[in-house]
């Protein structure tokens, strides 16, 4: 690690940050600028941002890990003992078990992006159980096929029967 860059980095963090109940040591809080989520953002060279979080973690294992977890819950927390090494899939577990994104994030019709009703969807799967082709139906509701394949094959829109 670069001395210029450690010294800049660990004059922004107060290692008397709060204790978690289910953490036996107090986190090591960010005071540098944090992005919206409260994730510290730390400069490491001219244009170039880096998590907090993730180079202290970078420092104690050597490597840059490409997910890290919060064992503390706390995103402004830059303790290396209060971190892991751990992947997107099981950081969002993670989250959604500790009740730290929404629970219930809009699928299907309830979606913004979703471009059917809960009717057409029905009209569609119906179509095609009996025996008419992707493509027709893509064509009829001026969609792609793969995006039919995806509706029937129930990959999206889940939660309509």
Not at 21 to 27: A, E, I, K, L, S
Not at 38 to 63: E, Q
């Amino acid at each position: 690690m670069d001395q210029s860059i450690g010294v800049r980095f660990w004059a922004k963090v107060n290692c008397a940050g709060p204790r978690k109940p289910h953490m036996v040591t107090n986190c090591w809080e960010w005071q540098g600028c944090t992005n919206k989520d409260g994730y510290g953002r730390f400069r490491v060279a001219a244009g170039k941002l880096d998590r907090a979080h993730g180079l202290t973690l970078s420092w104690v294992l050597g490597y840059r890990p490409a997910y890290v977890m919060h064992l503390c819950d706390n995103p402004a927390c830059v303790r290396p003992s209060h971190l892991k090494e751990s992947t997107h899939s099981l950081n969002m577990r993670d989250a959604y078990a500790k009740g730290r994104r929404p629970e219930c994030i809009p699928q299907g019709t309830d979606s913004v992006h979703s471009r059917f009703t809960a009717e057409q969807i029905v009209d569609m799967r119906s179509k095609y159980s009996e025996g008419e082709t992707q493509a027709s139906i893509a064509s009829f509701y001026s969609t792609s096929q793969a995006h039919i394949s995806q509706i029937v094959r129930r990959k999206t829109y889940r939660n309509i029967q």
